[in-house]
Nanobody, 123 residues
Framework: QVQVEESGGGLVQAGGSLRLSCTAS????????IGWFRQAPGKEREGVSY????????EYTESVKGRFTISRDNGKNTLWLQMNSLKPEDTAMYYC????????????????WGQGTQVTVSS
């Protein structure tokens, strides 16, 4: 059974940094496009960043450009999201998702999802 698991969330002050990790087991990692999504209380889930199985292309939602960096290591079956200059509005549950189709991933309909890791940014 495929398992996708996020880690690295926590409580940080505004302006601080966190690095989220996502690992996947029983999944041919280097054949999947992978992305980060987030959902804040009372809001819809939104896509944060996506990276193709080759490492390119990479996309970011406008609000995190210049602050967040997505990367992956297919040999380690791991995806990261480096988050710098965090703002209170970045507070959300962050999810990792994987799919073999780019459009399906970006549309938020990925086949595999993790349980999420909470990021809380205090002002």
């Amino acid at each position: 059974q495929v398992q996708v698991e996020e880690s690295g969330g926590g409580l940080v002050q505004a302006g601080g940094s966190l690095r989220l990790s996502c690992t996947a087991s029983k999944l041919t990692f280097d054949r999947y496009h992978i992305g980060w999504f987030r959902q804040a209380p009372g809001k819809e889930r939104e896509g944060v960043s996506y990276i193709s199985w080759t490492g390119y292309p990479i996309e970011y939602t406008e609000s995190v450009k210049g602050r967040f960096t997505i990367s992956r290591d297919n040999g380690k079956n791991t995806l990261w999201l480096q988050m710098n200059s965090l703002k209170p509005e970045d507070t959300a549950m962050y999810y990792c998702a994987a799919d073999t189709t780019w459009a399906t991933l970006v549309a938020g309909r990925a086949g595999y999802w993790g349980q999420g890791t909470q990021v809380t940014v205090s002002s």
